[in-house]
């Protein structure tokens, strides 16, 4: 039983490092001195040529922009959609969530083509609204698969109770159903901000010129050979994400304890 | 609660306007040439050599790839569940994180370790054992997409995993079942809806890519997706583009058909 341990250890442990080894590898090498593959000696200079970089910070707050913009809204639209879903019952409601499961199936290179042109055929111009509809649409189904199982789990009791006692209908949903949800919400605007910020592929079709997100920026600079400047720029953003989960899930397990 | 069926309009309206009509444009253009004629051509343009042997190729890559996952994913879900670490958004976070690094950059580091030059190539080098660059070979393409898609199916195959009642499991060892038969008797069977969503969120991605073969394959692997993504960018035929993309949306329907008999319920569990 011990030795069945001790492989399951290991197995985890070379899984992990399969995952984070080319992480650790764009760390270490945003501290190089030089550019290329082989380490010469330690240096701050990609940080400090960073925030000289007007097109890096530029695709960083188009890429921050539009994740932050279209998870919004997907939240939003998701959420009210959830609600819409949940008093539909039987054939229209397996209809809908199949529906939902069309931009999951599809594959990214198909909706970020099929978006493509639709947006020429009704003349949107290439620009943030089209890449922030597109990110809207590939978000909706992350946000709904994350709010409708907290939804199905809910008591419907207590909100009708609050409805029979007087509350209005909005007065309910603000006071019951709302905080009930509101795990179901987060991981889904986590979940599609995270999508939309790693995105590439559904950006790259309907982004107009002139327009730069990280990936696309990154895109355009591999045949170049990348310059150490983004790995320091990706390095800050992996370092700040995991000091902000270290410090969001501190509190929550105390709680948890009580 | 009836009165709150016409919050799922908006939502009905935004997939009309953005996956159905998208969906009905490729398709008309997938049947139109380009003086507007109905023509069939750009369907049986995956005949031609070059496309079919892409498409050939894009299978062959996306099923390895599927199966490795697989392989390598069960144990670990396995493993995680034993652990006991609970639903909680641990695990999760551990596959998201990655995440939150560059999608292309990470693959790119990748490029870092396996080239000539690179990392892997000095370490083996200073050992004594040769190494000869993966850069290029359809291992290279491979190694990519297990990388980028592997948490896609750990985290099914761990959620249905954890939600597995217990009792059963216990049950299956009490009436004298060994822990091989156990496994393929009852966790098995029980875990192919995990299994389901899982290789289907590989599959698919993996079966379209253009952009790791683009990173990885040195530009001597052509895969289905680079050719329809030559087709938008370079040649800009939106046609020949849209007919193979209907070819390729036949075999991603065709394989979900394929694996959607063995969910039962018909219901998954992504994440």
């Known amino acids: 039983m011990k030795l069945k341990r001790f492989f399951s250890q290991i197995y985890l442990t070379l899984i992990f490092i399969f995952l984070y080894a080319p992480i650790a590898v764009l760390i270490v090498f945003s501290f190089n001195s030089e550019k290329g593959s082989r380490f010469n000696h330690f240096s701050l ?30 939240t939003i639209i998701g959420l009210i959609s959830c609600l819409g879903i949940s008093a539909l019952k039987g054939k229209p409601k397996a209809v809908y969530m199949s529906l939902n499961n069309i931009p999951m199936l599809n594959s990214e290179l198909v909706t970020g083509l099929s978006l493509m042109l639709v947006f020429a055929a009704f003349g949107l111009t290439a620009g943030y609204p089209t890449i922030l509809i597109a990110h809207i649409t590939f978000n909706i189904p992350y946000v709904i698969l994350s709010i409708m199982p907290r939804l199905l789990q809910t008591n419907k009791s207590t909100y009708e109770a609050a409805i029979d006692l007087g509350a209005s209908p909005m007065y309910a949903f603000y006071k019951i159903l709302l905080p009930e949800l509101m795990p179901g919400i987060f991981s889904g605007f986590l979940l599609a901000f995270t999508m939309s910020l790693d995105d590439f592929i559904i950006t790259y079709f309907t982004r107009g010129a002139g ?42 397990k105390d709680s948890t304890k009580q | 609660m009836n009165k709150k069926k016409w919050l799922s309009t908006p939502y009905l309206v935004w997939m009309i306007a953005f996956t159905i009509i998208p969906l009905l444009l490729i398709g008309y253009y997938g049947f139109t040439g380009r003086d507007g004629s109905f023509t069939i051509e750009n369907i049986t343009a995956i005949f031609s050599p070059a496309h079919s042997k892409a498409l050939l190729k894009s299978l062959y890559l996306s099923l390895l790839c599927t199966i490795v996952c697989l392989i390598l994913a069960y144990p670990v879900a396995l493993i995680l569940k034993n652990k006991n670490v609970g639903q909680g958004g641990f695990v999760i976070m551990i596959f998201i994180l990655p995440m939150w690094m560059n999608f292309l950059l990470r693959t790119y580091a990748w490029l870092n370790l396996l080239d000539d030059g690179g990392i892997i190539e000095r370490f083996c080098e200073s050992i004594g054992i040769s190494y000869t660059s993966i850069i290029g070979t359809d291992i290279a393409i491979i190694l990519g997409m297990v990388y980028n898609f592997l948490p896609f199916m750990i985290l099914p195959l761990f959620n249905v995993l954890t939600k597995m009642d217990q009792h059963v499991i216990n049950a299956a060892s009490d009436l004298g079942a060994n822990a091989f038969q156990t496994f393929t008797k009852v966790v098995l069977p029980l875990s192919l809806p995990g299994i389901v969503s899982g290789v289907t969120m590989v599959f698919v991605p993996s079966l379209t890519t253009f952009v790791i073969s683009d990173l990885l394959g040195a530009r001597k692997v052509m895969l289905i997706g680079n050719i329809i993504e030559q087709e938008f960018s370079i040649a800009d035929n939106r046609h020949l583009g849209s007919g193979l993309s209907l070819v390729l949306m036949i075999f991603i329907l065709a394989s979900m058909a394929l694996i959607h008999r063995y969910d039962k319920n018909g219901e998954g569990s992504s994440l």
């Open chain 1, 45 to 74: 200079r990609w940080y400090q040529e960073l925030f000289q970089s007007e097109m890096i910070l530029d695709a960083l707050w188009n890429t921050l922009f539009i994740a932050v913009t279209s998870a919004f809204f997907a």
């Open chain 1, 211 to 252: 327009i730069n997100t990280l990936s696309t920026l990154i895109y355009s600079e591999v045949r170049k050979g990348i310059k150490p400047t983004i790995n320091a720029l990706s390095t800050i953003m992996f370092v700040s994400v995991l000091l902000l989960l270290f410090f969001v899930n501190r509190p929550k």
